[in-house]
DNA sequence: ACCTGAACACCGTTCAAGT
DNA sequence: ACCTGAACACCGTTCAAGT
């Protein structure tokens, strides 16, 4: 084991030129999907592109260091959820908000699924954490007999993603992301459950 | 109507290139994804780059010269499962192939999602032709009680692409493909199964 | 008619030169 | 220590020159 120097506080510049670049990749990415060029990202920190490389060795750390952030605040909402609503919902809520969140970045559910499924990778940890949150909802609304036993973790990761991604393809599909979602949730209930009665009542607010 | 000069046969060379290069770019596609480079595909087909721009004005062009096989082919299928299978089944076995085809092309589905939704594209019409044939797999399958009266044509390509996508991402997906599909499946039956009284409420305003 | 490859404007990534 | 932009090897697309 090396013992770390002590990694003494970055330069006030470099502090300033990461965060600028973080912002402006939310930013591009946000308009232009995953594969934007970082050549715009860099004009639009204002930066040299130089700079862009020494905080984000390639194109994937910048992804990473974009997903690190949301998967911390999943991995809260899923504590949050957990606390307010009763397991079903806490989970249906849940998954809703990550769906939608798979569906405003085109391109991201590709890199998350990667993440999930290489142990190498820096953001294995905060994905795992964020995992681990949604296996618990799971696991609460299946001890209360909503959700079929055989449902995985796995396959609630996947599905949700599914959704979200396609419903970021085209405005149109958009539209019906509530109702997709719906046809999903429905397919992980215990079957016979007497939640057919009621489906889930979208909160139309986006 | 115009009339349209004689067409005449082209030359037998430049049919010859046409063939080389789609054959190329099926193999390059299912190796690289829909994003693979051009020149690859030219060098693939041993033919110049320029022959590939004259024949496919651009990737666009080239993709859905793939995706066109591809919808004529499941329309076909459509009507053999109708014939040969009861309505559910039909349906349902129609959905795996066509899910199937999705993992296999990284990229087409969103190509595919965009056709769909675009009058203007060349491939409008194949595309509504296999939409159509499975949209009366589904018309039949309701009529049978068998799923929820619902769900609409969109919902099947939407979900059935999703769940395409999502297990070409990673082989560990793959391998969950048919546990994913049958979940979605299930989210498209009737509740509490054949026996359903009612449709379900809320259904109305679709 | 059709084919070809050089040419153009981009891109991701690297690295010597600056402060 | 950190920043910068020129440089390199690619890419998609165009087009003058060939047959």
């Not at 999907?33 to 060029?37: F, L």
């Given at each position: 084991m090396t013992v770390e120097?002590?990694?003494?506080?970055?330069r006030a510049d470099a502090r300033r030129n990461r965060d600028r670049l973080l912002e402006a990749a939310a930013q591009v990415v946000a308009e232009q999907?995953?594969?934007?060029?970082l050549r715009d990202v860099a004009r639009r920190a204002e930066v040299g592109l130089g700079t862009l490389y020494r905080h984000f060795p390639n194109r994937e750390a910048l992804l990473e260091a974009l997903l690190g952030r949301r998967f911390e605040q999943l991995a809260e909402r899923a504590r949050e959820f957990e606390r307010q609503a009763e397991p079903e919902q806490a989970l249906v809520d849940w998954l809703r908000e990550f769906s939608a969140g798979a569906a405003a970045h085109q391109g991201l559910p590709e890199t998350l699924m990667a993440t999930l499924h290489?142990?190498?990778?820096?953001l294995h940890a905060s994905c795992t954490a964020m995992r681990e949150a949604g296996a618990g909802l799971l696991a609460a609304a299946q001890r209360a007999g909503?959700?079929?036993?055989?449902?995985t973790g796995a396959d609630l990761f996947a599905l949700a993603n599914a959704v979200g991604w396609m419903s970021g393809l085209a405005p149109a599909l958009a539209e019906r992301r509530e109702h997709l979602f719906a046809l999903v949730v429905d397919g992980l209930r215990t079957p016979g459950g007497r939640a057919a009665g009621e489906p889930p009542s979208g909160a139309g607010t986006d």
């Open positions: 120097p002590p990694a003494r506080a970055p999907g995953a594969q934007a060029s290489d142990p190498a990778s820096p909503r959700i079929r036993p055989d449902v």
